[in-house]
C-alpha cells in the first residue's frame, strides 16, 4: 500500500539520517567490514520500497544499505549486522555487502557485477511455477551492463515470459572512473528496444513521480509478463578533493566505498548538494517548507541518542 | 543395455515424481537431446521442461534463483567446460545459499553436466577436472560410472534440498552398462561405494576410472585371486576409513585416476593410507601429462593389466 506524503517524506529523510550516522561511525573507525554508502540514493530507495507488495522480491547489489533501510525502517539491526554482532539483522552472518532481509523481501544481495541478474530471472520463474501474484525488483549499477549476465539475464528474462523491474541506477561512476573515461556510451533504451523490453527514465528524485510511475510498471510488468528497464539517474554523494604530492591543489575523488570525509553528521538533514541531485534538495523543492522542518526535528529527535 | 539408456531411464524416473520442478539446459528436449542423456523427459503438469538459451552463466544464476524462490531444478550440461563460464555461481551465490538457514532447504539445484573424456577433441571441450570445480568452493560432487552407483546417487542426490554437482562419463556414453555383481557396501553420503571383498588387492578407482578397476578386478579373479574394489565418487570426499581397514588386510593397493588435474584426492588418500598401514604394493595408475596431452588424442588411459597382475600375485 502507498503511504501517505508526509510518511514518504519522512522515510527519505531518516534514511539520510541513519546513513550519516553510519558515516560517522565508519570515520570513527568502528567497523571491520567494507560499506558502500549510498548518500544520494535515498528517494529512488524508499520509492521501490513503497510499491512493493508481501510477495514481492527484491535483488540488491553491494551498495544495498538505502534500500536495507528503506525496507526496515530502522538502523539498529543493521548497525549491530555491521558490528557483525549475533543480534544483528542476519545474526552478523552477512555483514554490509550481502546483506538480505527475507522477511521484508530482500531475497538477495552481490557483491558480485552483473551476478544479480540471473539470480533475479530464477526467482521470477520460481513465481511462474507457483502462480505467486509477487514480482522480482532486482537492482544494478551502470558499471553492471558492462556485464555479459546483465544481457543474458535480460534475453532470459524476456524469452520465458517473466514479470520482473530491472532497474539500473546510473550515477556514471564505476569505482574512481566515470563513465565517459572508460568505454563508449551504452544506449540502453536502444538496447531495451531491440529485446523488446519496455524502457524507462527517472531522474530528478521526485519520490510521487517515482511511485506513481513505479506503481504502474509494477502492474505493467505482471500483466504483460515481462520485463521492464528502468534507468535512474542518480548521483552518489560524498566525494571530496585529496591533496597528494601529484596533485598539490586536491584531486577529486568521487565517492565509492567506505566513510566519506566530506560528510559529517553535524550536518543533519541540508542538502550535501543544492540541485535535484540531492534528494532533500529536491524535496525542498516539492515540499513545504514548515511542514518539512517539522518532519526533519522529529528525526532529529528520534535520532537523538545515537547522534 | 548402454549406459547412457541405463542413465536416462534412471533420470525419468526420478524426475516424474517432482512437483514444482525446472529441468533446464541447451536442446535438452531436441535433437540427440544431449546424445540420449536427456531423451523422453517427461515432467508434472506443475513442472517444466525448458530448452534454454545458450547462456551458462547465467542459466547457472537461474538454479541458484529458483532455489531461493522454492523451486527444483536441474541444469543438464553438454560438456563440463561450459561450467567455467558459471564459476562465479558456484562460489559466490552458492556461499550465501549455504551461509543462510533460510535457504538451506528451500529447494534443490542440481547441475549435470557430461564430461567429455572420450578424446580427439583438440585442445578445447576436453576437460575432465571434475575436482577442480568441486574444490573451487567445497560442492558436493558425484560420479557416475555403473549401475550401482547410477541407481544410488540418481535416486537419492539429483532432486534434493541444496545443491550438488553430479557428472556422467562420454566416454562410457556407448558402452555396455557396467554391472557389478554386489554393492558390498556405500556410505550415507553415497560417495564410497564398494563392490566386492578380497584378500589379495585393493582398487581403489577415482573419477570416472571405474571401468579400468571393474577390468582389473575380473582379470585377477580368472587368476583364482581375489580383490576389494572401491570407488570414490566425490572429488571432495575425506572419509576412506573403509577402504584403509581393507588395505590393513590385502596391503596391496592399486589405483587409478583419469583426471587431467593437479588438484586431485588421491595424494590425501595417499598419505592418509600410508600412514595408518605398511604397504607390501602400491601401483599407481595415473594419466600422463606429455607434450601431445592437448593434442586430440584418445583420452583412456593406457593400462599393460597383466604387468598388473603379475606384480600383484
Known amino acids: 500500500m502507498i503511504e501517505p506524503k508526509t510518511a514518504i517524506v519522512k522515510e527519505i529523510l531518516k534514511n539520510r539520517m541513519y546513513q550519516l550516522l553510519v558515516n560517522q561511525k565508519y570515520k570513527e573507525k568502528k567497523f571491520k567490514i567494507p560499506i558502500h554508502l549510498a548518500l544520494g540514493h535515498e528517494t529512488i530507495a524508499t520509492s521501490v520500497s513503497n510499491i512493493m507488495s508481501k510477495n514481492d522480491s527484491l535483488i540488491l547489489s553491494h551498495r544495498n544499505i538505502a534500500y536495507n533501510l528503506a525496507r526496515l525502517g530502522s538502523l539498529k539491526p543493521i548497525l549491530d549486522e555491521y558490528f557483525l554482532e549475533k543480534n544483528g539483522l542476519m545474526k552478523g552472518k552477512l555483514g554490509s555487502m550481502n546483506l538480505i532481509n527475507p522477511n521484508y523481501g530482500v531475497i538477495y544481495s552481490s557483491s558480485i557485477l552483473g551476478n544479480s541478474f540471473s539470480v533475479a530471472a530464477g526467482i521470477a520463474l520460481s513465481y511462474q511455477m507457483t502462480g505467486s501474484d509477487g514480482i522480482t525488483i532486482v537492482l544494478g549499477g551502470d558499471g553492471s ?9 535480460m534475453l532470459m528474462l524476456k524469452s520465458l515470459n517473466l514479470s520482473a523491474l530491472v532497474i539500473i541506477e546510473n550515477n556514471e561512476w564505476s569505482m574512481s572512473t566515470r563513465i565517459d573515461e572508460r568505454r563508449h556510451p551504452i544506449n540502453l533504451q ?3 528496444e531491440a529485446y523488446d523490453v519496455k524502457y524507462t527514465k527517472l531522474e530528478g528524485n521526485n519520490p ?3 511511485i506513481e510511475i513505479l506503481k504502474n510498471l509494477k502492474e ?10 528502468i ?10 578533493t585529496m591533496e597528494t604530492p601529484e596533485f598539490p591543489n586536491g584531486k577529486f575523488i568521487n565517492y565509492h566505498a567506505g566513510p566519506t570525509p566530506s560528510v559529517d ?14 534528494p532533500i534538495y529536491a524535496l525542498e523543492q516539492i515540499f513545504e517548507k514548515a511542514e518539512l522542518d517539522q518532519i526533519k526535528n522529529e528525526i532529529k529527535l528520534e535520532c537523538s541518542e545515537e547522534l | 543395455m548402454k549406459y547412457i539408456e541405463f542413465v536416462n531411464n534412471l533420470i525419468k524416473q526420478e524426475v516424474i515424481k517432482h512437483d514444482n520442478l525446472v529441468l533446464f539446459g541447451q536442446n535438452i528436449n531436441a535433437g540427440s537431446c544431449l546424445g540420449g542423456l536427456t531423451r523422453g523427459l517427461k515432467v508434472k503438469e506443475n513442472s517444466k521442461i525448458i530448452n534454454s538459451t545458450n547462456s551458462e552463466n547465467s542459466l547457472c544464476g537461474l538454479g541458484f534463483g529458483l532455489l531461493m524462490g522454492g523451486t527444483h531444478s536441474v541444469f543438464f550440461m553438454k560438456q563440463l567446460d561450459f561450467l567455467l563460464l558459471g564459476i562465479d555461481h558456484l562460489v559466490n551465490t552458492f556461499n550465501i545459499i549455504r551461509n543462510m538457514d533460510y535457504f538451506k532447504s528451500k529447494a534443490s539445484f542440481t547441475i549435470m553436466p557430461i564430461i567429455v573424456d572420450n578424446g580427439y577433441q583438440g585442445p578445447q571441450s576436453s576437460l575432465n577436472n571434475f575436482s577442480d570445480f568441486c574444490s573451487i568452493a567445497r560442492v558436493s560432487g558425484y560420479t557416475i560410472t555403473n549401475k550401482s552407483d547410477a541407481e544410488k546417487i540418481i535416486s537419492s542426490e539429483l532432486i534434493k534440498p541444496g545443491f550438488r554437482i553430479i557428472c556422467v562419463s562420454q566416454r562410457l ?24 571383498v578380497g584378500q589379495d588387492a585393493t582398487i581403489v578407482c577415482f573419477n570416472l576410472s571405474f571401468p579400468y578397476g571393474f577390468e582389473l578386478s575380473k582379470r585377477l579373479k580368472n587368476k583364482g585371486a581375489s580383490c576389494s ?21 590385502t596391503k596391496k593397493l592399486v589405483i587409478f585416476e583419469d583426471s587431467k588435474s593437479v588438484n586431485t584426492n588421491v595424494p590425501a588418500f595417499l598419505s592418509d593410507s600410508l600412514a595408518s598401514c605398511k604397504l607390501d604394493k602400491k601401483i599407481i595408475i595415473k594419466r600422463k601429462i606429455d607434450e601431445s596431452w592437448l593434442n586430440p588424442i584418445s583420452d583412456a588411459l593406457e593400462i599393460n593389466y597383466d604387468e598388473i597382475v603379475s606384480q600383484l600375485l
Open chain 1, 145 to 153: 551492463i558492462e556485464e555479459g549476465s546483465f544481457h543474458e539475464s
Open chain 1, 190 to 192: 536502444k538496447f531495451c
Open chain 1, 208 to 210: 510521487f513521480t517515482y
Open chain 1, 220 to 229: 505493467s510488468s505482471l500483466k504483460t509478463k515481462s520485463p521492464i528497464c
Open chain 1, 231 to 240: 534507468e535512474v539517474m542518480v548521483t552518489t554523494l560524498g566525494d571530496w
Open chain 1, 265 to 278: 553528521v553535524t550536518q543533519g538533514l541540508s542538502p550535501l548538494r543544492k540541485t535535484n541531485e540531492d
Open chain 2, 173 to 196: 556414453f556407448q558402452e555396455e552398462l557396467l554391472i557389478p555383481e554386489k554393492l558390498e557396501y556405500v556410505n550415507k553420503e553415497n560417495t564410497v561405494f564398494q563392490y566386492s
Open chain 2, 229 to 249: 574394489l572401491f570407488t570414490i565418487n566425490s572429488p571432495v570426499e575425506y572419509d576412506w576409513s573403509k577402504i584403509i581397514d581393507d588395505l590393513k588386510i
